[in-house]
C-alpha cells in the first residue's frame, strides 16, 4: 500500500486538499495541531463537508494529533498558515524518514527558506496556490473557485511521482523549473491587495479606488523590487497581472482581510514584511511600500492583533 498524503493543517486549503483527495480515493491523512482539535474532530465523526456550489458532500477523513501515531510521514502536506510552519513542523520531525518529502502551500515567503534551511537533507517543495476557499465551520469548507497550483523545487531537479496523486485528485497543477519568480510574482498580487484590501475594510474589486494616489506609486516599487529579484516582466505586464486578480476576485475578502476581520494573526511579515525586508537588502527606495508596511502594522495594534 502506498504511504498516504499527511495534509498537516486543517484550514481551508488543508481541508480542501483532504476533500478532493479523498473523493478520489487518494489516500490521505488529516494532522490537527491540538488535542481539542482532535477531540473536536472525532465527535464529528471524522466527518468533512466540502460544500460547492451552494452543494455539500459528506466525506470521511482522520484526523490525528503528531504525536498520537508512530506511522512514518514519507509525504507531507504543510497548509498552514505561514506563521505557524515552524511550530508545525516541530510536531511531526520525529516522524519524518531520511526520504521524506514535503510541499509547502503557503502564502508569501520567508517560511518556505526557513523549512529548506531547517530540513536541508530533504527534498521539500514550495507551491502557489490560486483556489478559492474559506470556512464554514471547523469541518464544512467552501470551495469558491477553481485556480492552478504550480509547484517546483528550488534546489532543482524533475517532478517526483508522487505528484500524480493530484492528478488524481482533480487537481490542475503544473510543474515549475524555476519556482521562485513564480512566488514572487505573487507576493507582489497579495502585497498590492491583501494590505489595502485589510486597511479599507473592502473586497479586493475596491482596492485601486480606495488606495487613491498610492496605487500607481506602490505598483512601481514593487516592480523595481521584482527587477532586484531577477523576475523578468515589465511594469505595465505587472499591473495587468495585478488588476486581472482584482477583476477575478472582485467580490472576495482577500485572506489579510478576513483575518483582520475574525480577530486572527495575520501573515502581514511574510508578505509586506518579507517584501520591505526584501527592499532594504536590496537598498532600494520604497517610500510608498514602507508608509503602507507602518501604517498596517498600527491598524492591527489598534485592533489588539500581533504586528508580524
Same mark, same amino acid.
Request: glycine share 6%; hydrophobic share 45%; aromatic share 4%.
Given at each position: 500500500?502506498?504511504?498516504?498524503?499527511?495534509?498537516?493543517?486543517?484550514?481551508?486549503?488543508?481541508?480542501?486538499?483532504?476533500? =478532493?483527495?479523498?473523493?478520489?480515493?487518494?489516500?490521505?491523512?488529516?494532522?490537527?495541531?491540538?488535542?481539542?482539535?482532535?477531540?473536536?474532530?472525532?465527535?464529528?465523526?471524522?466527518?468533512?463537508?466540502?460544500?460547492?456550489?451552494?452543494?455539500?458532500?459528506?466525506?470521511?477523513?482522520?484526523?490525528?494529533?503528531?504525536?498520537?501515531? $508512530?506511522?512514518?510521514? =514519507?509525504?507531507?502536506?504543510?497548509?498552514?498558515?505561514? @506563521? $505557524?510552519?515552524?511550530?508545525?513542523?516541530? &510536531?511531526?520531525?520525529?516522524?519524518?524518514?531520511?526520504?521524506?518529502?514535503?510541499?509547502?502551500?503557503?502564502?508569501?515567503?520567508?517560511?518556505?527558506?526557513?523549512?529548506?534551511?531547517?530540513?536541508?537533507?530533504?527534498?521539500?517543495?514550495?507551491?502557489?496556490?490560486?483556489? +478559492? #476557499?474559506?470556512?464554514?465551520?471547523?469541518?464544512?469548507?467552501?470551495?469558491?473557485?477553481? +485556480?492552478?497550483?504550480?509547484?517546483?523545487?528550488?534546489?532543482? +531537479?524533475?517532478?517526483?511521482?508522487?505528484?500524480?496523486?493530484?492528478?488524481?485528485?482533480?487537481?490542475? @497543477?503544473? @510543474?515549475?523549473?524555476?519556482?521562485?519568480? *513564480?512566488?514572487?510574482?505573487?507576493?507582489? *498580487?497579495?502585497?498590492?491587495?491583501?494590505?489595502?484590501?485589510?486597511?479599507?475594510?473592502?473586497?479586493?474589486?475596491?482596492?485601486?479606488?480606495?488606495?487613491?494616489?498610492?496605487?500607481?506609486?506602490?505598483?512601481?516599487?514593487?516592480?523595481?523590487?521584482?527587477?532586484?529579484?531577477? *523576475?523578468?516582466? &515589465?511594469? $505595465?505586464?505587472?499591473?495587468?497581472?495585478?488588476?486581472?486578480?482584482?477583476? #477575478?476576485?472582485?467580490?472576495?475578502?482577500?485572506?489579510?482581510?478576513?483575518?483582520?476581520? #475574525?480577530?486572527?494573526?495575520?501573515?502581514?511579515?511574510?508578505?509586506?514584511?518579507?517584501? @520591505?525586508?526584501?527592499?532594504?537588502?536590496?537598498?532600494?527606495?520604497?517610500?510608498?511600500?514602507?508608509?503602507?508596511?507602518?501604517?498596517?502594522?498600527?491598524?492591527?495594534?489598534? =485592533?489588539?492583533?500581533?504586528?508580524?
Amino acid at each position: 500500500m502506498s504511504d498516504p498524503l499527511h495534509i498537516l493543517g486543517a484550514g481551508s486549503l488543508g481541508l480542501l486538499l483532504a476533500a =478532493r483527495c479523498t473523493l478520489a480515493g487518494v489516500p490521505c491523512q488529516l494532522i490537527l495541531r491540538t488535542r481539542e482539535a482532535v477531540c473536536a474532530w472525532r465527535q464529528r465523526d471524522n466527518l468533512l463537508l466540502l460544500e460547492q456550489q451552494g452543494q455539500s458532500t459528506p466525506l470521511k477523513v482522520a484526523g490525528e494529533l503528531a504525536d498520537e501515531s $508512530a506511522q512514518p510521514i =514519507r509525504l507531507l502536506v504543510v497548509a498552514t498558515k505561514a @506563521w $505557524a510552519v515552524a511550530d508545525a513542523l516541530d &510536531s511531526v520531525l520525529h516522524r519524518l524518514t531520511p526520504d521524506s518529502q514535503i510541499l509547502l502551500l503557503q502564502n508569501g515567503l520567508g517560511s518556505q527558506q526557513a523549512v529548506s534551511r531547517r530540513l536541508p537533507d530533504h527534498r521539500v517543495l514550495y507551491a502557489s496556490v490560486t483556489d +478559492g #476557499a474559506w470556512l464554514r465551520s471547523p469541518n464544512q469548507v467552501v470551495w469558491a473557485g477553481s +485556480g492552478q497550483t504550480l509547484i517546483g523545487d528550488p534546489a532543482a +531537479g524533475p517532478a517526483p511521482d508522487w505528484l500524480q496523486r493530484l492528478t488524481r485528485a482533480g487537481i490542475d @497543477w503544473r @510543474w515549475e523549473s524555476d519556482i521562485l519568480p *513564480v512566488l514572487w510574482l505573487k507576493l507582489a *498580487v497579495n502585497c498590492a491587495i491583501n494590505p489595502l484590501s485589510a486597511l479599507h475594510d473592502c473586497p479586493n474589486g475596491e482596492v485601486p479606488e480606495r488606495a487613491g494616489a498610492i496605487f500607481e506609486p506602490l505598483l512601481a516599487e514593487l516592480h523595481a523590487l521584482l527587477s532586484s529579484e531577477g *523576475v523578468s516582466l &515589465s511594469l $505595465a505586464e505587472l499591473r495587468e497581472r495585478i488588476l486581472a486578480v482584482i477583476r #477575478a476576485t472582485a467580490s472576495n475578502s482577500s485572506s489579510m482581510r478576513q483575518d483582520v476581520l #475574525a480577530g486572527r494573526r495575520t501573515e502581514i511579515d511574510f508578505i509586506l514584511g518579507h517584501a @520591505w525586508r526584501s527592499a532594504r537588502q536590496a537598498g532600494l527606495s520604497t517610500p510608498v511600500l514602507d508608509a503602507l508596511y507602518l501604517q498596517l502594522q498600527n491598524h492591527l495594534t489598534e =485592533r489588539g492583533l500581533p504586528r508580524n
